[in-house]
């Protein structure tokens, strides 16, 4: 029976514990917290979307960059075995649309509950209120957690679990990348994923909170350009958000370089060509020439914006459809077609649902979650440098690659 400690009590954390206890080690799990993942209780607006029942390559397609690291894992532990793990402690699950899986009491504290009643019937013990602050180690092997309030915790094996950078005041505040580093693990650059953008048009505070429905985004700079699937987006008082922006909001960022400017296009009538918008209006002009403008658009745009669009088109909204010219048709076609906004960064890791970035995987196994430089450490979850799109995906990462540090 090895001693096992485990930093960390998100959903990563959690998981490794189970696993580790499961198969018969001593197990301490150790959080900052007075409490177990705090995190968790925010994700899916409170209902946890906790996985995605698409198949493996699908899914894997959902990760930027590095899926490759997570196959293993996903081949040991997976989506299935997920649900299994939580059917069968007494939790109803169901599944929405875009295969998106949530507890069916849409309460994410259901999924925690029943972390924690599992964490005590395996026999983990809990130190909360503990934070670690460094590993001991001899001859590049782990020997001790070293705990806040100069404790220390003798130990054969250690998980680090302690999560990204973002909304620091659930706990995940960047000290694994800090304590991993003091041991020679490399650190991939931290940024923000799944964020906001902020965008520099003023008029933007005015349509806070309106939401469009199936529209398309591409985001461009002088050189690349990246386009989104049909979806929605959502004004904020300093931007954009929303499902569009926020899966594609690390690549815009990416792009977003000094000197070349990162414009961001709204297909409003992504189902329709231009010639199509054209011949459109002009039948509803025709039917109403006495109607104003601003009243015809009702029947094309929503309320809010409409005022907005026709100042960006430079056409008073008290013209009668009658009045309207060939120019400013063409005009409000290419608007329909690309409504411009100048991106001009994020709000901040603060404000950024994952991390991107983190412990560098050419120096973790993937087939145990084991660093490559000291023997007995492991990682799981956001701390390594996994992210991926918004859909269940990180979370099944966190509990697969838990699963997998914990055996
Ligand atoms: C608002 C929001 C909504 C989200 N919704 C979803 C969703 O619906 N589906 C999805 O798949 N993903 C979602 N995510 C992402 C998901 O929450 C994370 O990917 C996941 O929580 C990562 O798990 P983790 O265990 O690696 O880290 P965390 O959940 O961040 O847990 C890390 C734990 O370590 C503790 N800790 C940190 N430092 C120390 C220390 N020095 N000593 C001791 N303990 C420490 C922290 O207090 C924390 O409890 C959401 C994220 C946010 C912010």
């Known amino acids: 029976m090895a001693r096992v400690v485990v ?45 995605n029942t698409c198949g493996l390559d699908d899914f894997l397609l959902r990760f930027s960059g590095n899926a490759a690291f997570l196959r ?3 081949k040991i532990f997976f989506n299935k075995e997920l649900i299994s793990f939580f059917k069968e402690r007494g939790v109803k699950i169901k599944i929405e649309r875009q295969n998106r899986v949530f507890p069916a009491a849409d309460s994410s504290a259901s999924i925690l509950n029943a972390l924690k009643k599992e964490l005590s019937s395996c026999g983990v013990n809990l130190m909360f209120d503990t934070a670690l602050s460094g590993i001991d180690t001899e001859g590049a092997k782990v020997k001790a957690a070293i705990l806040s309030r100069r404790r220390r915790l003798e130990t054969d094996k250690l998980i680090l679990a302690l999560g990204g950078s973002s909304y620091s005041s659930t ?11 003091r041991l020679g693990h490399t650190i991939k650059s931290i940024k923000p994923g799944l964020v906001p953008l902020k965008v520099r048009q003023p008029y933007i505070s005015v349509l806070e909170g309106l939401s469009l429905k199936n529209i398309q985004l ?37 792009m977003l370089e000094p000197g070349r400017g990162l414009f961001l296009e709204i297909d409003l009538k992504p189902a329709l060509s231009i010639e199509k918008l054209d011949m459109r209006m002009q039948r509803e002009f025709k039917v109403s020439p006495k109607k104003s403008i ?53 709000p901040g890791i603060e404000r950024a649902m994952i991390t991107r970035g983190g412990i560098g995987l050419k120096e973790v196994d993937p087939r145990t979650m084991a660093s490559k430089l000291i023997t007995g450490l492991y990682f799981c979850g956001e701390i390594l440098d996994i992210a991926a799109d918004t859909g269940g995906f990180n979370l099944q990462a966190a509990f697969s690659t838990g699963y997998i540090a914990g055996s």
């Open 218 to 254: 591409k985001f461009s700079n002088s050189g690349k350009s990246v386009k989104s699937d049909i979806g929605e987006l959502m004004f904020t008082g300093f931007g954009v958000s929303g499902p569009l922006v926020l899966t594609l909001s690390g690549k815009a960022l990416d």
């Open 7 to 51: 930093a960390g009590g998100g959903p990563a954390g959690m998981m490794a514990a189970i696993r580790a206890a499961h198969l018969g080690n001593s197990v301490t799990l150790i959080e900052k917290n007075s409490t177990l993942g705090k995190k968790l209780l925010l994700t899916g607006k409170g209902r946890c979307n906790l996985t």
């Open 171 to 181: 706990g995940s505040s960047g000290d694994g990348y800090r304590i991993a580093k």
């Open 294 to 346: 601003c009243n015809i658009l009702k029947s094309m745009l929503p309320q809010r914006l409409i005022n907005v669009f026709l100042d960006l088109a430079g056409i008073d909204a008290h013209l009668k459809a009658a009045q309207i010219t060939r120019e400013d048709r063409k005009r409000m076609g290419r608007l329909f077609k690309s409504m411009r906004l100048d991106i001009t960064g994020s």
């Open 72 to 74: 293993d894992a996903f």
